[in-house]
């Protein structure tokens, strides 16, 4: 059994100090990169396809008479002769993934791309066949015997080659051709057209260096800049700085391509149209046409689900929603060896919490009474669907481990004719991918039922926040907001207990028991050895003490108003919340506002190290690293008691967020950063963030545990999380919003049988004071096709892992390791493709997998984010902040964050209830006379073209012109029109559906300001570096050309 695991994953995610993971890892850069084994023949692009499992008549199972009805297969020979399972949900389309035969061909696009075709991104996804290698087969039970059909190849006619998308019988092969003077994207289809693809002799100039050998010269500032393929920028605006992504800068890039090419002989080339290469919106809008307002069933093992920005609805059939797990490949490779060739990372994204749409039924719970939930004597797994029961259902085999155990007397259940329990669909832990189960006392700490939760506010009383008005705004909202605290299904109220505290040099406590007339003030000013004063009336029951609490926060603006100390202490006032929850023997939230580096003696006392001669440097390192000590030993702390923090950051300066943002980041909090607070300007979007915060659904003293069937394992973990052990994830808090992202690798053969099958089991105190588990479990596939691997990835997980990776590799390696580390897995990934899946072509074709045709788009973003963009002009602590609220980000907000949505307002119909498609994020979509609204999650633009019309801006601002509007304006007026109602509705419902709020700016073309706007238009070059999607796809290009050769 093989035990070193293998390089499938960034090298920066290998055994380092700090990295867990592989061997290898980032060092300094070797003098040729390293990739995988590339040699022997390719296999032939159809390879030869297995005889199809057959699934007896095919028809989908029983729908039984439990409540749960899952169309899904558990034991014995799989089902057969059954009506399909149907659920108490509204009548939908059924959805299906089954449609299309067998691994599909390569469109081959064959784009004038400079001196570069682009070609093969191929038909839009399809899901495997039943004559494909790794059919998809419903959950569990071995497979019938194979029926003796002939391997499909995807043709249309018996005389032709395999592989090549054919018309008409009596053609010759031709591909998905462009002619040079046609518009982009057009099929030529008429049949007396000769076979020919229009190519150009291998260029000279598309140099074949390696990704970012050295600076480039001064005369492709920017990075790589090849002639003939636009220009270099947009002409007119001025370099400026911004707070998220990058552009373009004099001087050597950090961000760019080397060697920006000089002017070469011969003809000039004529400029590629944008349309031609893959469009993410596309992708997005033709996934949603295919897969939006149907019914996902996941009855079907590695079966791959539609996007995250899909509109669509889930039933649990046997395998959980893809709302609680997504996958980078829902394929794994069989063997190590494979893994390392295609070195496509093999993870995980869990969201343990996330929020189910009204139409979906919510998790049931299972109680087992006393004895507990039923696990497996070996491996510890939960009961779950891929359980094989055994011995007249006397016994069943642990589908992980391959234990069998005996089944408790109180559990026994008869088998049917098909091997399968009687009260399969009666069983939620069953027939069901998702559910959760009480835990018994042994699952508590020391034995003992825990109590509720608590959440304690810790306001900031310095001279800055009294003055800028932040604190009476805290305490106005809290005395309503307090009302809707989260709370058990069902209760009348929420058991969360609350408390509060003040603090800048010393800490005050409040005693506000309900028995009192006043509430009592208590104060603590030696922050050495921190403790609570209140034994009681520190923490109370918000109704009880209603009016109590009510005078307090009346209070406290007033009682500090005359308040000239601006220094203030930081890491007491943490450790003062564990001592708290410590004494009420809780677990619960700190919610901390803060507006200063906290430099008065006491323990975490910090200063200013931000530093930008480390720019660029191997030790800019440092500027994203926490101070050990004070604060490490704090987060451990904080996670044994199960206190998570929340700090909402109002700074004027730098205040190392680093270090800061450290005990966040650890025990399943969330930091908010408002620069500059004004509450005029600031005030409502601040308090959007905390009202969400302070509502959302959410479970205490969290630990997961990630299991796996044999021959792969959990090796690596992201996100807000603390690991003891290299198994146990421990989060003092986990809510809705919250990924952990879980990297896996082999440690033998995988069976293209039995799949693999992955089990989170989160182990947390509800807001009621319940001890819970819930128990995800989910099948893949396994083959020994690469081609199966590339079909069934999901590129928006796979940038969510790549991203985590890369920002944590940053803690440890220099940027332009990281950089390069990117840009080459990019390289290996596509040219392990090109090799061993994609029919035969011309060198100068960019052959791409259908499924992941926008990945260099977004890789392309990810290296022009703050984090990775060495460039003085961007804040440190902007840069760190970026980095940690990353490294918990869920799929689909990664996904928005690296493309955002370009939303054009000027054409849209105003009585429609749809909101208008976005376009490509690029400036050729933007138009003079148009009105654009831009978010991704994190900031929200409104931008006005200098010649929008009158009507528009009068309808929205009730202003003649562009040239009356305000300045700095960040909401838009309430008016009585439906231009006004409908774009205020579709901003409202974008700060809805996201987990942050998003301040509102509003830019006129060509003003100073727009150049914020412009920085996340990631089609384009970079503010602070980085290169434009189209010249990253053409050295992208050269790198597999020189990998291949």
């Known amino acids: 059994?093989?035990?070193?695991?293998?390089?499938?994953?960034?090298?920066?995610?290998?055994?380092?100090?700090?990295?867990?993971?592989?061997?290898?890892?980032?060092?300094?850069?070797?003098?040729?990169?390293?990739?995988?084994?590339?040699?022997?023949?390719?296999?032939?692009?159809?390879?030869?396809?297995?005889?199809?499992?057959?699934?007896?008549?095919?028809?989908?199972?029983?729908?039984?008479?439990?409540?749960?009805?899952?169309?899904?297969?558990?034991?014995?020979?799989?089902?057969?002769?059954?009506?399909?399972?149907?659920?108490?949900?509204?009548?939908?389309?059924?959805?299906?993934?089954?449609?299309?035969?067998?691994?599909?061909?390569?469109?081959?696009?064959?784009?004038?791309?400079?001196?570069?075709?682009?070609?093969?991104?191929?038909?839009?996804?399809?899901?495997?066949?039943?004559?494909?290698?790794?059919?998809?087969?419903?959950?569990?039970?071995?497979?019938?015997?194979?029926?003796?059909?002939?391997?499909?190849?995807?043709?249309?006619?018996?005389?032709q080659p395999p592989m090549q998308h054919q018309m008409a019988p009596a053609q010759p092969p031709m591909q998905h051709q462009m002619a040079p003077a046609q518009p982009p994207m057009q099929h030529q289809m008429g049949p007396a057209q000769p076979p020919m693809q229009h190519q150009m002799a291998p260029p000279t100039s598309m140099s074949m260096g390696r990704p970012f050998p050295g600076p480039p010269p001064p005369a492709a500032p920017g990075g790589f800049h090849q002639p003939g393929l636009g220009p270099a920028g947009p002409p007119g605006y001025?370099?400026?700085?911004?707070?998220?992504?990058?552009?373009?800068?004099?001087?050597?890039?950090?961000?760019?391509?080397?060697?920006?090419?000089?002017?070469?002989?011969?003809?000039?080339?004529?400029?590629?149209?944008?349309?031609?290469?893959?469009?993410?919106?596309?992708?997005?809008?033709?996934?949603?046409?295919?897969?939006?307002?149907?019914?996902?069933?996941?009855?079907?093992?590695?079966?791959?689900?539609?996007?995250v920005t899909t509109n669509f609805t889930v039933q649990d059939q046997g395998h959980a929603s893809p709302r609680f797990i997504r996958c980078t490949t829902y394929s794994l490779p069989c063997t190590a060896e494979l893994a390392k060739q295609c070195q496509v990372p093999l993870a995980c994204i869990v969201k343990p919490f996330a929020r189910l749409p009204n139409n979906e039924t919510p998790l049931y719970l299972v109680n087992h009474g006393e004895s507990g939930p039923i696990r497996c004597n070996r491996c510890k797994a939960y009961m779950c669907p891929y359980m094989q029961f055994i011995d007249g259902g006397r016994r069943y085999q642990c589908a992980f481990c391959s234990c069998v155990n005996e089944v408790p007397v109180f559990y026994f259940q008869h088998l049917d004719h098909m091997g399968r329990r009687v009260d399969f669909y009666e069983r939620a832990e069953l027939s069901l991918g998702s559910y959760e189960m009480v835990a018994t006392l042994d699952y508590c700490k020391n034995n003992k039922p825990p109590k509720p939760p608590a959440y304690i506010f810790m306001i900031d009383v310095s001279y800055n926040n009294i003055k800028s008005g932040l604190v009476r705004l805290i305490c106005d909202e809290l005395k309503t907001l307090l009302d809707k605290l989260p709370r058990e299904d069902g209760a009348e109220s929420s058991a969360i207990q609350v408390g509060f505290a003040t603090y800048n040099k010393t800490l005050h406590f409040y005693n506000v028991k309900s028995s009192l007339s006043q509430p009592q003030m208590m104060?603590?000013?030696?922050?050495?050895?921190?403790?609570?004063?209140?034994?009681?009336?520190?923490?109370?029951?918000?109704?009880?003490?209603?009016?109590?609490?009510?005078?307090?926060?009346?209070?406290i603006p007033d009682m500090f108003t005359d308040t000239n100390e601006s220094e203030t202490v930081f890491a007491p006032i943490i450790q003062a919340g564990v001592e708290a929850f410590k004494e009420a023997d809780c677990s619960g939230k700190l919610f901390v506002f803060h507006s200063s580096m906290p430099t008065a003696e006491a323990p975490g006392k910090l200063k200013n190290r931000d530093d930008k001669k480390l720019v660029n440097t191997d030790k800019e390192k440092t500027l994203f690293q926490p101070l050990k000590g004070t604060y490490e030993q704090l987060s451990k702390d904080c996670v044994a008691q199960g206190c998570c923090v929340d700090l909402f950051l109002f700074p004027n300066q730098y205040v190392d967020v680093a270090t800061m943002a450290d005990v966040p980041s650890h025990t399943g909090g969330s930091v908010f950063k408002y620069n500059n607070f004004q509450v005029d300007t600031d005030g409502e979007h601040f308090l959007r963030d905390l009202r969400k915060e302070v509502q959302k659904s959410i479970g205490f003293d969290a630990v997961m545990r990630v299991r796996t069937s044999t021959g792969f394992r959990a090796t690596d973990f992201f996100g807000a999380i603390h690991m003891n052990n290299t198994t146990d994830v421990e989060m003092a808090a986990v809510d809705c919003d919250k990924v952990v992202t879980v990297e896996f690798k082999h440690d033998d053969a995988l069976s293209e049988e039995t799949g693999a099958f992955i089990q989170c089991a989160l182990l947390y105190t509800t807001v009621g004071g319940q001890r819970r588990l819930r128990i995800l479990n989910l099948g893949l596939n396994c083959s020994t096709h690469l081609s199966e691997l590339y079909k069934s990835c999901e590129t928006d997980a796979l940038v969510n892992f790549f991203a985590k990776s890369a920002y944590r590799a940053i803690l440890n390696q220099p940027l332009k390791n990281v950089r390069d580390i990117l840009v080459n897995q990019t390289a290996h990934m596509l040219a392990c493709y090109r090799k061993n899946c994609a029919s035969a072509s011309v060198a100068s074709q960019l052959i791409l997998p259908d499924a992941m045709k926008v990945f260099p788009v977004y890789m392309n973003s990810l290296m022009k984010t703050a984090p990775l963009t060495g460039s003085t002009e961007l804040a440190t602590d902007e840069r760190a902040h970026q980095r940690l609220a990353v490294m918990a980000m869920a799929v689909e907000d990664t996904q928005l964050l690296l493309y955002p949505r370009l939303i054009p307002l000027h054409n849209m119909d105003v009585g429609s209830e749809v909101s208008p498609t976005p376009v490509r994020c690029s400036e050729e979509r933007l138009a003079d006379g148009g009105v654009f609204l831009l978010e991704n999650g994190q900031a929200l633009f409104l931008w006005l073209g200098q010649a929008s019309p009158p009507d528009m801006i009068q309808g929205l601002f009730n202003v003649p012109s562009l040239a009356h509007l305000q300045a700095h304006m960040c909401v838009l007026p309430e008016l009585d029109n439906p231009l006004s109602k409908k774009v205020r509705s579709i901003i409202n419902d974008l700060l809805e559906k996201r987990p942050r709020s998003m301040k509102l700016h509003i830019v006129k073309q060509k003003d100073k300001p727009e150049m914020m706007f412009r920085q996340f238009l990631v089609e384009d070059k970079g503010l602070h570096g980085g290169t434009s999607y189209l010249d990253f796809l053409c050295h992208v290009h050269r790198e597999i050309r020189q990998l291949l050769t």
């Open 523 to 555: 104060v603590v000013s030696d922050m050495t050895e921190m403790y609570v004063p209140l034994p009681d009336g520190f923490l109370v029951n918000f109704q009880e003490s209603r009016a109590l609490v009510c005078n307090l926060l009346s209070q």
């Open 1 to 159: 059994m093989s035990q070193q695991g293998y390089v499938a994953t960034p090298p920066y995610s290998q055994a380092q100090p700090g990295l867990g993971g592989y061997q290898g890892g980032f060092g300094s850069a070797p003098a040729q990169p390293h990739y995988g084994h590339y040699g022997g023949a390719p296999p032939p692009a159809t390879a030869l396809l297995k005889p199809p499992v057959s699934s007896g008549t095919g028809l989908p199972p029983h729908p039984g008479s439990g409540p749960y009805n899952p169309n899904s297969q558990q034991n014995g020979a799989p089902m057969q002769r059954y009506p399909p399972a149907t659920y108490s949900q509204p009548p939908q389309q059924s959805y299906n993934s089954m449609a299309s035969p067998a691994p599909p061909p390569p469109m081959q696009l064959t784009n004038q791309m400079g001196t570069m075709n682009l070609g093969n991104y191929g038909p839009v996804q399809s899901a495997p066949s039943a004559t494909s290698p790794v059919a998809q087969q419903p959950f569990r039970g071995p497979p019938p015997p194979a029926t003796a059909q002939p391997s499909m190849q995807h043709q249309m006619g018996p005389a």
């Open 238 to 307: 001025p370099q400026q700085t911004g707070p998220f992504m990058g552009g373009h800068m004099a001087g050597p890039q950090p961000g760019g391509f080397p060697g920006g090419l000089g002017p070469q002989p011969g003809p000039p080339q004529k400029k590629l149209d944008l349309d031609s290469i893959p469009s993410t919106t596309q992708v997005i809008e033709d996934d949603q046409a295919r897969h939006g307002g149907q019914v996902y069933s996941t009855n079907i093992r590695g079966q791959v689900p539609p996007l």
